[in-house]
């Protein structure tokens, strides 16, 4: 008994030394972790080691609604080693760096529609794929007609932050002639088209049904035998299920009706109608869970990942009453994706390498 005291007594002592001197030493300490930290993490290139193929890394599977652990609609798509994006909502650009890809090797930029949480993350995608990064041209925003106007404004919006930067860095550094976007308009396709082709990668651009939001595309990208379909934001589509076949992989919308039927009651109790009526308003121009996986089923596709989640909800248990019965449209492997998630589609192969970036 005393020899077990006095162990916990020497333990207690011990902890109690460690404890003061972690005080102690805390600006040293703390210097030394900030170190470690910047050794592992600064300079991180994802990008560098990944095997020829098909790569798509989910950069932002949120919505409008406020959600701390989901950004903005984005979802970056590799092609060998060409990056490109499809959507740049709040928090993608933080996102896509924290992943460790580097938002300077941006090839171009693709846009579904002009819904605020698909364009408000430009402007930082656009700053950080400039700074310091070699390029002497400004980002190429693919879209319909309309993402002229989309570019024009981000262009005057940033003119003088752009102007500083170079004032303040030099053109070498930052060249003002690679500042910000230059749109690439194509006419509102009323049947799949293809907007993109080179490197062996082919983006084909297709029209979704999200009314009144016109116009509203979705994407597929074609690249040494390996596919996938971005749905955009749509309802179900018939479209989708047309483009997506035999797609390996298909990153659908998703929102779930009684969740957002509930969150608007709960609005309208606590004295806030506007609100409410908006959650019921957004349900009938997205797509269910189950819609989604039965579209998934009618294209064939190899697996199916669930994105722009509507509503948010706190915690993963909730998954499964996100989804409510849709494991049961579709055969294949179902996920509801988060941020930081990628699929790896190797050229060769017809794996698809599940993981995360973060």
């Known amino acids: 008994m005393k020899k077990g005291l006095r162990a916990l007594a ?26 470690r930290g910047v050794d592992r993490g600064a300079g991180r290139d994802n990008l560098a080691s990944l095997p020829d193929g098909l790569h798509i890394g989910l950069c932002g599977t949120g919505s409008p609604l406020p959600n701390r652990d989901r950004a903005g609609a984005c979802t970056v798509v590799i092609a060998g080693k060409a990056m490109f994006v499809v959507d740049a909502g709040e928090g993608g650009a933080r996102n896509i760096a924290l992943m460790g890809l580097p938002n300077s090797k941006i090839r171009a930029l693709f846009l579904t529609h002009y819904h605020s949480d698909h364009i408000d993350g430009l402007g930082p995608m656009m700053l950080l794929r400039w700074t310091a990064s070699g390029n002497t041209a400004p980002l190429p925003v693919y879209g319909p007609t309309g993402v002229e106007a989309v570019i024009a404004g981000f262009s005057t919006a940033y003119a003088a932050d752009n102007g500083y930067r170079t004032a303040h860095h030099g053109p070498k550094i930052t060249p003002p002639q690679a500042a910000g976007g230059v749109a690439m308009p194509f006419a509102v396709p009323t049947a799949p088209t293809v907007v993109y082709e080179a490197d062996g990668l082919k983006v084909t651009a297709f029209p979704v049904d999200h009314r009144p939001v016109q116009p509203a595309v979705g994407y597929r990208f074609d690249y040494k035998g390996r596919s996938v379909t971005i749905s955009g934001d749509t309802g179900k589509s018939k479209m989708v299920e047309t483009v997506a076949k035999g797609s390996d992989l298909l990153i659908h919308e998703a929102l779930q009706p009684e969740m957002v039927t509930k969150l608007a009651a709960r609005l309208k109790a606590a004295g806030r109608p506007q609100t409410a009526q908006i959650m019921r308003d957004i349900i009938d121009y997205h797509a269910t869970p189950a819609q989604a996986a039965e579209s998934a089923q009618i294209a064939g596709v190899k697996m199916l990942v669930l994105s722009h989640i509507v509503p948010p909800y706190p915690m993963r248990y909730l998954n499964a009453a996100f989804l409510g019965d849709a494991k049961d449209k579709f055969a294949g492997p179902l996920f509801v994706g988060e941020d930081g998630d990628y699929y790896s589609l190797p050229s060769g192969s017809k794996a698809i390498e599940r993981g995360s970036w973060f």
Do not use: E, S, V
């Open 10 to 35: 020497g333990l207690l002592l011990l902890i109690g030394i460690l404890a003061g001197a972690g005080m102690l030493f805390q600006q040293q300490i703390g210097m030394w972790l900030f170190q």
